[in-house]
């Protein structure tokens, strides 16, 4: 299990899952020609693909096109399951911003198969993250935004308000399908803006007014 750097407390979290969710903003949807979907789509990394900002992503030798998706990550503070919505935003302990890197050759290939797409993103080095911040010490207003730059250059900018699926919705779906625990990761969604990198390349990304990180890709 991955331990978690949370910002101005001695409260320890380990990471036992990683959850995630996909297309859960419109513009991101379309720009990959996705149709909106229903209700969250989820899934899975293991706890071992995490980094902390300042590490570098290890570039998959699989794949040929390795894409960067910022993200709000949630915290999840206690064990939950079947939760309504009003439980489920209750067990959110903190956030951050955080990094899916995907390897968006590997995923469309599979997918054109119809078969799982885990290679894609379940890779070493593919979940990188930040320092969290507690929910008692910051509340999201949802005007915050996803920023991510590659060399400097802004490529994702959009602002909270525009995901599809909220968290604590997010967290009552999940948890009515299997139990989240202390320690468990919510990586919400990546708004539009998604693109390739390659080695040498730096990446900054931010949840504004929560947290930084970097990353290079080697």
């Known amino acids: 299990m991955k ?3 949370i910002r101005n407390s001695t409260e320890e979290y380990y990471c036992g899952k990683i959850v995630c969710v996909g297309r859960n903003y419109v513009e991101h949807a379309k720009e990959l020609g996705n149709e909106l979907p229903e209700f969250p789509l989820i899934f ?3 706890a071992s693909s995490i980094i902390l900002s300042g590490e570098n992503v290890i570039h998959p030798s699989f794949s040929q096109n390795l894409h960067y998706e910022a993200e709000l990550v949630l915290l999840i503070g206690e064990e939950v399951s079947k939760a309504d919505k009003e439980k489920a935003d209750k067990t959110i302990a903190g956030y951050t911003v955080g990094l899916d890197m995907t390897a968006r050759d590997v995923q469309n290939e599979l997918a ?6 885990t290679i894609a993103k379940c890779f070493d080095t593919s979940a990188v993250l930040s320092d969290f911040i507690l929910r008692k010490d910051y509340e999201l207003n949802f005007d915050e935004s996803i920023i991510l730059k590659v060399n400097g250059e802004v490529k994702q900018n959009s602002q909270l308000n525009k995901m599809i699926f909220k968290p604590a919705d997010i967290v009552s779906y999940i948890s009515g399908i299997m139990k989240l625990e202390k320690g468990d990761l919510i990586f919400t969604g990546t708004p539009a803006g998604v693109g390739k990198v390659i080695i040498g390349d730096k990446l900054e ?10 990353t290079a890709i080697t």
């Not at 054109?112 to 797409?117: A, E, I, N, Y």
């Not at 990304?205 to 970097?214: C, I, P, Q």
């Open 205 to 214: 990304a931010e949840l504004t007014s929560v947290a930084k990180l970097e």
């Open 112 to 117: 054109k198969k119809g078969h799982p797409w």
């Open 3 to 5: 331990k978690l750097q």
């Open 44 to 46: 899975l990394k293991p």
